[in-house]
């Protein structure tokens, strides 16, 4: 049976960041002198700038990410025509049993206004715990907080499906990476596809087919472009292809080659009335015939494999999908890891989409 979760709490009208540091300092040596055996996380420091009337949306998306929460999470709420501070400190913890520790975790809230945002680094540099990394989030925009904020930052998450041209969302991706390493939602959602076929082609007998590729087909949610050009883009620096500018077809539908040494690869982005962020199917096929096909389907993907000699089979891949508190949770955890494929990939992205329009 799990322990029952305690919380030790503090707030403050009309504050000051270091009037919230000593607040954290005291909250810490009172628990810590209550039970030697609780001790604060020191891994991550996570800070998130949210308009005001979202904070609680995104404090439950926070809530969902399991077991990645970051050691320390500061909830900056931006409030048009707010002058003051106001914060609230909460420490979360399960008493230890026995001999071993128990971790403590700090999530700071502070409402605040847009004039703090172009000096946003003065309220969160003595708000942030000291000595380890820090990830900024800024799910609605807020670039004057990201560009106060980059010099403290060691990792800055974003999503490139929030913009709604996939150029600019790109090119924002690509100028970030230039200063901070980046995590991108849109990059994480394809995981799962992008796993599935590496496997798909890992075998011995099948990697021939990899130089053979004649068609990409990456089906998306309607806002999901930056996602699909993404996994274009990591097959394209995988396979060295050079990419070609795609050009609007139908609507929603992005057309274009990439040229793969002696032929080339068509490259197809289709929009789908998926509801949920992300890819809704991916095809890679061969111009001998032989084609695979990912679909998102109830409980994970349908796969189905079409043989040269015509032979169709069809299977379920099992627990795909991440939703979006798994995607946000991996997010967190990318924070502290470094994805060597991302930046290449990026690079393909860009060549495929400046056209798009």
């Known amino acids: 049976m799990e322990a029952a979760l305690s919380e030790d709490i503090w707030t403050e009208c009309n504050t000051?960041?270091?009037?919230?540091?000593?607040a954290l300092r005291e909250l810490l040596r009172a628990r810590h002198a209550a039970n030697h055996l609780l001790v604060p996380a020191r891994v991550l420091n996570l800070v998130v700038v949210v308009d005001r009337s979202w904070k609680g949306e995104i404090a439950n998306r926070l809530e969902r990410v399991g077991r990645y929460h970051a050691s320390r999470t500061v909830l900056c709420a931006v409030e048009p025509g707010r002058t003051t501070i106001d914060a609230r400190v909460v420490m979360s913890y399960e008493e230890p049993t026995g001999d071993a520790l128990g971790v403590i975790l700090e999530q700071v809230e502070i409402d605040l206004g847009e004039v703090h945002l172009a000096n946003l680094d003065n309220v969160i540099d003595p708000v942030r715990a000291a000595e380890i990394p820090t990830m900024i989030w800024c799910p609605h925009g807020h670039l004057e907080a990201i560009n106060a904020l980059l010099a403290l930052a060691d990792v800055i998450l974003i999503d490139s499906d929030d913009e709604p041209e996939p150029a600019v969302a790109l090119?924002?991706?690509?100028?970030?990476?230039?200063?901070?390493?980046?995590?991108d939602l849109a990059w994480l959602r394809t995981?799962?596809?992008?796993?599935?076929?590496?496997?798909?082609?890992?075998?011995?007998?099948?990697?021939?087919?990899?130089w053979q590729i004649g068609r990409i087909a990456a089906?998306?949610?309607?806002?999901s472009t930056a996602s699909a050009a993404l996994l274009a883009g990591w097959l394209a620096s995988r396979l060295h292809w050079r990419p070609t500018p795609l050009s609007r077809?139908?609507?929603?539908?992005?057309?274009?080659v990439a040229h793969a040494g002696d032929h080339d690869v068509e490259v197809q982005l289709d929009s789908s009335d998926q509801v949920v962020p992300?890819?809704?199917?991916v095809t890679v096929a061969v111009p001998g015939g032989w084609s695979l096909s990912l679909d998102r389907a109830s409980g994970g993907l349908c796969a189905r494999r079409r043989s040269e000699d015509g032979t169709e089979s069809t299977w379920q891949v099992l627990g795909a999908s991440r939703g979006e508190g798994g995607i946000l949770g991996e997010g967190v955890r990318q924070a502290l890891l470094r994805d060597p494929t991302y930046g290449p990939a990026l690079s393909c992205a860009r060549e495929f989409c400046p056209a798009v329009g």
Request: proline share 7%.
């Open 278 to 281: 992300g890819l809704t199917g």
């Open 171 to 183: 090119a924002r991706a690509a100028e970030l990476l230039g200063s901070v390493y980046v995590v």
């Open 249 to 256: 077809h139908d609507g929603d539908e992005l057309r274009g």
């Open 16 to 22: 000051t960041p270091d009037a919230i540091d000593d």
């Open 219 to 223: 089906r998306h949610q309607a806002s």
């Open 191 to 210: 995981t799962p596809w992008r796993e599935r076929l590496a496997a798909t082609f890992d075998p011995p007998g099948r990697r021939e087919l990899l």
